[in-house]
């Protein structure tokens, strides 16, 4: 995967766990793996504040200045990984995950990497919801965000597109009917 931020660096994923920046000619920073995991590393995304996220299979890495900040399964992301990141016009994170589309406000994040042991509450959206297939990790970019503001996923029966304006965050409890009483 490989991104150019708005201040005109290159961020590249290369060699599956490898994540660099190349800021100049003939200037390439690694980032060191203890700071962000073994990997692999799926995708690179740069937020309307200018952070860079990584998402991979350790979870979510938030880049914002010079703080690095890690999420995963510790924190309630599903195990698995993460394989991409959109964000919508609420500014809602979207990441596609082997479990289905995860909704996770920025603050939700914020608390999971301030407050240890606290479990990020989030809305996952699968197949019982309409997703076509579960999310792949297929190389760059499997998650979109069009000029309508819909949100485009790659997954593993086609493309999946979802609306964030005319979907709940809360889960609608399960229809119930009562074939026979005794």
Do not use: C
């Amino acid at each position: 995967a490989a991104l150019v931020d708005r201040s005109g660096r290159l961020w590249v994923s290369y060699a599956g766990s490898r994540i660099g920046v190349i800021g100049g000619p003939g200037e390439f920073r690694p980032i060191p793996e203890s700071a962000i995991g073994t990997g692999p590393h799926y995708d690179l995304y740069e937020d309307p504040a200018g952070a860079i996220w990584i998402s991979g299979a350790d979870g979510l890495i938030r880049f914002a200045g010079d703080q690095i900040a890690t999420a995963g399964p510790s924190t309630g992301l599903p195990a698995g990984g993460v394989y991409s990141i959109i964000q919508d016009g609420r500014n809602d994170l979207w990441l596609a995950t082997p479990q289905g589309i995860v909704r996770l406000a920025p603050d939700e994040f914020d608390r999971a990497v301030q407050t240890r042991g606290y479990v990020m509450r989030f809305r996952i959206y699968d197949t019982s919801d309409g997703l076509a297939g579960y999310p792949v990790a297929l190389g760059d970019r499997n998650a979109l965000k069009a000029d309508d503001g819909s949100l485009w996923f790659v997954t593993s029966r086609g493309i999946s597109v979802a609306d964030p304006r005319a979907l709940s965050t809360q889960r609608q409890p399960p229809l119930v009917a009562i074939d026979e009483t005794r």
